[in-house]
C-alpha cells in the first residue's frame, strides 16, 4: 500500500504547499486505520443513498444515476423503434391506407427526434456516467449534484415531447424543423414549439453531462494514470464530450431564435423582415453534423475496451487510436456544409467541405484497421459482445463508403432526400452505435447487476439484429436510386418501389423482434443469469476491479495505476493509495496530465435540490411555451432552487 | 521564443494543424465572392500559408519529441510519460490537417468562385 500524502511528489510549487499536505485530523477516521468488512461496511454507509423516494430523489451515486440515464435512454430507443415499425408497416404496400399524413408526419420526426436527441446523445454519456469514475478509479463523477439535476431535466424533456404526441400535438417537420415549415406562417400551433423547447430540455442536460465528464477524466484520475494509461472507451467519452460542449450551443440557440420568432414575433429567419433562413439550416448543421460523430465516438470506446478484453491483447495501436478521436473530434466540426449541398451555395465552397468529408475517413479507416490488428494478433474469444463488435465492421464500414459517395456533391445533388440518404445515416448510426451498443450492454451488465446475460439468447439477438437490419435497410439503397423520396406517407404501384419496401418492412420487423429478445434476456437475466463476480470476462481496466454490482464508495482504497491494463499487470493484488476519510465523503483530486495525487477533495452530499431545480426549470421551460411571461415567473422559481442548492452549508469534513 | 525551437511544445500540432484548417476553411469559403468577383486564384496560396502554420505546429511537436527523454516509449505497455505522448501525437495530427488543408486548396485549380 502506499499513502496519498507520502509517496507522491509534491507538485506545487516550493513555498507554495498543496493542500494535500496540510495535516490530517488526528480525530477523523482514515481508511490506513481500518481494514476488510468494517472498512467496506463504513464506506458504504458514508457513501450510500439513503432509503424511501426521498432518498431515491436526493441520491447523487453517480451509478445510481447512470443506471437511470441508460433505462430511460433505453425506454426512448423502444419509442422510437416502435414508431419506425408504424411507419414501415404504412410503408409496406402501395397506397397503404393504415394511417394518413398528418400521422405519418409526426411519427417520422418523433422517430427521428427521439433516435437522436433522446437516445442518440444521451446513451452515451449514460454509459460514460456509470463507468468513468469507476474506469478512472475515483468514488463519484465530477459535480454529482449537477449530475442529478441533468438525469431530471433530460426525463422531463424526453416525456414532455411523447405526452405531447400522445396528445396529438406530437411535433411533425422532421428532427431538423427547418424553417420556413417550422415557423410560424406554416407551422401554427404548439406542434413545433414542443419540439423546440425539447431541444433546450435534452440539450442543457447534454452540455451539464459533458462538464462533468471532462472534469473527472481531468481532475479525479487514480494516481499513475497518466494521460497515456487513460483507457480508451474514457479517450472516447473525453473527446465527445469536447464536442458536446462546442456542438450543442448552436442547435440550442438556433431553437431558441425559432421559438422566439414563433412566440414573441422576432423576425431571425423570416427573409421579408431582413431575417435568413438559411442561417437556421447553417446553425443547426453546425451542431448536426457533430452529433453524428456524438453519437458515434462514445461506441469506438466501448468497441475498443471489448476487442482488447475479448482478444487477450493490449490495443494494437493505443496512439493512433487516441489520434484518430483527437482527429476525428475536430474534423467534425468542419463537415455541416454537406447537408446543405442542394441550397445553392457556390461550388467553390461546398469543395472545401468534400474535402474535409472525405479525408475524416483516414481517421475512422485508422481505427478500424487498429481495431481488426488487435483480434489478428490477438486469441479471439468469440461471445455475444466481439459479436456484436464484428457486426459493427461489417454494417459501420458500408455505411462509411455509401458516406464518402454521398459527400461528392454531383452524386449528393442526385440522391439527395431520397431513401439512398437514409440507407446510408441507418448503416452508420445503428452500425456505428447500437450494435456496439448492444455489445456494451452484454460487456459490463455483469458489473452492472451483478449476473451474466445469456449467451444462447445473446447469440439469437445478434443473429436476428444483424439479419434483419440488412434486410430493412440494405433495400432503401435500391430504392432510393429509383427515385423514392424521404418522408412521403405513401406511393402508387405504378413507381415500383413495392417489393423492395415489403423487404424493408419484414426485415424492420425481424429487427424490432431482435430488441424484444434484448429486453426478455435483460429482464431473465436480472432474475436468473449466472453470478458473475467482479471480473467475468478477465478485463483488465479498473472498473473489474470494484465489486459487482460496485459498492458505493467504488472502491475501499484507491488504486494507483500502473498499466494501461491495470488488472492484467498486477494480477496479484493492485497497489492502492491510502489515506482518505471514511466517515466523510473525500476523494483524491490529481494532475492533469501525470495524474499525481494533489489534493484531498470533499465530495456533494446527497441534496434534494437538483431534483427541486429540474422540476422548477421544468415548469419555466414548458410554461414559456405557452406564455413568454413564464420565463419571468419561472426563472424566479429557478433562481431560488439553485440558491437553495448553491447555499454555503460548508463541507461536514470541514465542520467537523 | 528560441527555447520553444530548442526544446518543442509537446501539444503545438494538436493545436496549430486543426487551428490552421479552421482559418483555412473559413477565410476560403468568405473569400468566395470576392474571388469569382476578381478572378485571383488565392485559395491555394491561403491554403498553402495554412498548410505552413499546422506542419510549424509539428515541428515544434517533433522538436518536443526530440529532446524528451527516451523510455518508456510512448505506445508501450510501460508507458507512463505524456509528454513523448502528446508530442507524437501532435506531430500526427499536424500531417494530417495539412494534407486536409491542401486537399482543400486543390479546389481552387478547378472552381473560379462562381460555379453554382
Known amino acids: 500500500m502506499s499513502d496519498v500524502l507520502a509517496t507522491h511528489e509534491p507538485v506545487a510549487p516550493i513555498g507554495r504547499k498543496s493542500e494535500a499536505y496540510a495535516p490530517v485530523n488526528p480525530r477523523e477516521l482514515r481508511d490506513n486505520q481500518i481494514d476488510g468488512p468494517e472498512l467496506t461496511t463504513r464506506l458504504a454507509k458514508t457513501w450510500g443513498t439513503a432509503p424511501g423516494l426521498l432518498g431515491a430523489l436526493s441520491t447523487v451515486d453517480h451509478k445510481i444515476i447512470g443506471r437511470r440515464y441508460i433505462t430511460t435512454a433505453f425506454m426512448f430507443l423502444f419509442l422510437g423503434g416502435l414508431s419506425a415499425v408504424f411507419m414501415r408497416l404504412q410503408l409496406a ?37 456509470y463507468l468513468v ?19 431530471y431535466v433530460y426525463l422531463f424533456g424526453g416525456l414532455m415531447i411523447w405526452i405531447a404526441f400522445m396528445l396529438n400535438i406530437g411535433a411533425d417537420t422532421g428532427w431538423f424543423s427547418y424553417v420556413p415549415l417550422s415557423g410560424p406562417e406554416y407551422s401554427p400551433g404548439k406542434r413545433v414549439d414542443f419540439w423546440a423547447q425539447m431541444i433546450t430540455f435534452t440539450e442543457l442536460s447534454g452540455l451539464a453531462v459533458a462538464v462533468e465528464i471532462v472534469v473527472t477524466v481531468l481532475k479525479q484520475r487514480a494516481p499513475g494514470m497518466t494521460l497515456d494509461r487513460i483507457p480508451l472507451f474514457v479517450w472516447a467519452v473525453f473527446v465527445n464530450s469536447f464536442v ?60 475498443s475496451a471489448i476487442v482488447t478484453t475479448f482478444a487477450r491483447r493490449q490495443a494494437f495501436g493505443y496512439l493512433p487510436l487516441v489520434l484518430s478521436l483527437i482527429a476525428t473530434g475536430f474534423l467534425s ?74 459527400a461528392s456533391v454531383p452524386i449528393d445533388t442526385q440522391v439527395h432526400d431520397t431513401y439512398f440518404v437514409v440507407a446510408h445515416f441507418h448503416y452508420v448510426l445503428i452500425g456505428g452505435n447500437v450494435f456496439p451498443l448492444l455489445g456494451a450492454i452484454y460487456y459490463w451488465f455483469p458489473k452492472f447487476t451483478g449476473r451474466m446475460m445469456s449467451e444462447r439468447l445473446g447469440k439469437w439477438n445478434f443473429w436476428l439484429a444483424f439479419i434483419g437490419f440488412n434486410m430493412a435497410f440494405f433495400p432503401m439503397h435500391i430504392t432510393g436510386l429509383m427515385g423514392m423520396p424521404r418522408r412521403v406517407y405513401t406511393y402508387q404501384a405504378e413507381m415500383g418501389w413495392g417489393t423492395l419496401n415489403l423487404v424493408s418492412t419484414v426485415g424492420a420487423l425481424i429487427l424490432f423482434t431482435s430488441f424484444v429478445l434484448f429486453l426478455i434476456n435483460v429482464i431473465t437475466s436480472l432474475r436468473h443469469g449466472m453470478m458473475a463476480g467482479p471480473n467475468p470476462w478477465e478485463s483488465g481496466t479498473l472498473e473489474w476491479a470494484a465489486a459487482s454490482p460496485p459498492h458505493p464508495q467504488n472502491f475501499d482504497r484507491i488504486p494507483v495505476v500502473t498499466n494501461r491494463e491495470p488488472l492484467w499487470a498486477e494480477r496479484s493484488a493492485i497497489p492502492v493509495a491510502t489515506g482518505l476519510s471514511v466517515d466523510n465523503r473525500e476523494l483524491i483530486v490529481s494532475t492533469v496530465t501525470e495524474a499525481r495525487a494533489d489534493l484531498r477533495e470533499a465530495s456533494p452530499e ?51 | 521564443m528560441a527555447i520553444h525551437y530548442a526544446r518543442g511544445i509537446p501539444s503545438a500540432g494538436i493545436f496549430a494543424g486543426p487551428v490552421a484548417w479552421l482559418l483555412n476553411t473559413q477565410i476560403n469559403y468568405a473569400l468566395t465572392p470576392w474571388i469569382c468577383a476578381h478572378q485571383v486564384m488565392l485559395v491555394p496560396v491561403i491554403a498553402l500559408a495554412m498548410a505552413a502554420i499546422s506542419l510549424f505546429g509539428g515541428f515544434l511537436s517533433w522538436s518536443a ?12 505497455t510501460g508507458a507512463g510519460r505524456p509528454h513523448r505522448f502528446v508530442a507524437i501525437i501532435g506531430v500526427a495530427i499536424a500531417c494530417l490537417f495539412s494534407l486536409v488543408i491542401l486537399v ?12 453554382r
Open chain 1, 93 to 129: 404496400r402501395p397506397e397503404n391506407g393504415l394511417m394518413g399524413p398528418d400521422l405519418y408526419n409526426q411519427l417520422f420526426t418523433m422517430h427521428g427526434t427521439t433516435m437522436m436527441f433522446l437516445f442518440g446523445v444521451p446513451i452515451g454519456e449514460a454509459l460514460a456516467v
Open chain 1, 244 to 303: 458536446i460542449i462546442f456542438a450543442l450551443p448552436a442547435v440550442m440557440i438556433a431553437s431558441t431564435m425559432l421559438i422566439l420568432d414563433r412566440l414573441v414575433g422576432t423576425h431571425f429567419f423570416n427573409p421579408a423582415e431582413g431575417g435568413d433562413a438559411l442561417l437556421y439550416q447553417h446553425m443547426f448543421w453546425f451542431f448536426g453534423h457533430p452529433e453524428v460523430y456524438i453519437i458515434f465516438l462514445p461506441a469506438t470506446g466501448f468497441v
Open chain 2, 104 to 115: 482543400q486548396g486543390a479546389g481552387g485549380f478547378i472552381f473560379h468562385g462562381c460555379e
Open chain 1, 606 to 656: 446527497p441534496s434534494l435540490w437538483p431534483f427541486i431545480a429540474a422540476v422548477a426549470t421544468a415548469v419555466a421551460f414548458i410554461g414559456s411555451i405557452f406564455t413568454p411571461w413564464a420565463v419571468l415567473w419561472g426563472g424566479s422559481a429557478v433562481g431560488i432552487a439553485l440558491i437553495g442548492w448553491f447555499w454555503p452549508k460548508g463541507a461536514k469534513e470541514d465542520e467537523s
Open chain 2, 65 to 76: 519529441y526530440r529532446t524528451s527523454s527516451v523510455t518508456p516509449k510512448p505506445d508501450s
Open chain 1, 333 to 406: 466540426f468542419g463537415l455541416w456544409v454537406h447537408h446543405m449541398f442542394t441550397v445553392g451555395l457556390p461550388q467553390l465552397g461546398a469543395s472545401f467541405f468534400t474535402a474535409s468529408s472525405m479525408l475524416i475517413a483516414i481517421p475512422n479507416g485508422i481505427q478500424i484497421f487498429c481495431w481488426i490488428a488487435t483480434l489478428w494478433d490477438g486469441r479471439p474469444v468469440v461471445k455475444t459482445p466481439l459479436l456484436f463488435v464484428l457486426g459493427f465492421f461489417f454494417i459501420f464500414v458500408a455505411g462509411g463508403l455509401s458516406g464518402i459517395m454521398l
Open chain 1, 133 to 151: 469514475p469507476l474506469m478512472v478509479g475515483t468514488r463519484n463523477i465530477a459535480f454529482p449534484r449537477l449530475n442529478a439535476f441533468s438525469y
